[in-house]
């Protein structure tokens, strides 16, 4: 019975490690906090909007469409926010910095 549980485990171990979930420090040049972290540093810092706030800033020209969240570009200190509409995907970049929409894709 012993060995079928650690037979199980080892698949197991090796899907969680698969998706980062076990251990996310084995690669060297992670940043640490991420996405995440690099956000919290420039906002600190004060060189870039909150995401609330760029959200003030585009969510209203977006009726109609759902909002499906943002991501954001560390080289580019910019938002990327998705949102999907009848089964189409559009992206609304906007500058970190700034707020200003710098490009829409349909």
């Known amino acids: ?28 040049h992670a940043d ?7 956000v919290r540093r420039e906002r600190r810092a004060g060189n870039i909007l909150s ?3 760029i ?3 585009v969510l209203p020209r977006m009726s109609g469409k ?7 570009d560390s080289a580019a200190m910019a938002y ?6 009848n089964g189409r995907v559009y992206f609304v970049d906007v ?8 490009g829409q894709s349909r």
């Open 1 to 28: 019975m012993k060995q079928a549980l650690s037979f199980l485990t080892a698949p197991a171990a090796l899907a969680l490690a698969a998706f980062g979930l076990v251990a996310p420090t084995l690669t060297a």
């Open 32 to 38: 640490p906090g991420g996405e995440q972290g690099e």
């Open 51 to 53: 995401i609330r706030e």
């Open 55 to 57: 959200e003030q800033i």
């Open 66 to 72: 759902q909002y499906l969240g943002p991501d954001y």
């Open 80 to 85: 990327r926010l998705k949102f999907i509409q």
């Open 95 to 102: 500058d970190a910095r700034t707020g200003r929409v710098i």
